[in-house]
């Protein structure tokens, strides 16, 4: 691989984890906002 393609290749690496990590968290922030939603619906106090 000439030296353009591994920074492509470490590039992509780096643009699918970040990728994860963003969907990770939106998938925890999703959770959160449920559960928030649970929680004003069974006690009436609203946290977010």
């Known amino acids: 691989?000439?030296?353009k393609e591994k920074?492509?290749?470490g590039l992509e690496?780096?643009?699918k984890t970040?990728?994860?990590n963003f969907t990770?968290?939106?998938e925890t922030v999703k959770n959160l906002?449920?559960?928030d939603?649970?929680?004003t619906k069974y006690i009436g106090?609203?946290?977010f």
């Open 37 to 39: 939603k649970l929680r």
């Open 24 to 26: 990770r968290e939106l």
């Open 18 to 20: 970040e990728l994860d």
């Open 33 to 35: 906002i449920e559960l």
């Open 13 to 15: 690496k780096k643009i």
């Open 1 to 3: 691989m000439s030296k």
């Open 7 to 9: 920074n492509i290749s």
């Open 45 to 47: 106090k609203k946290v």
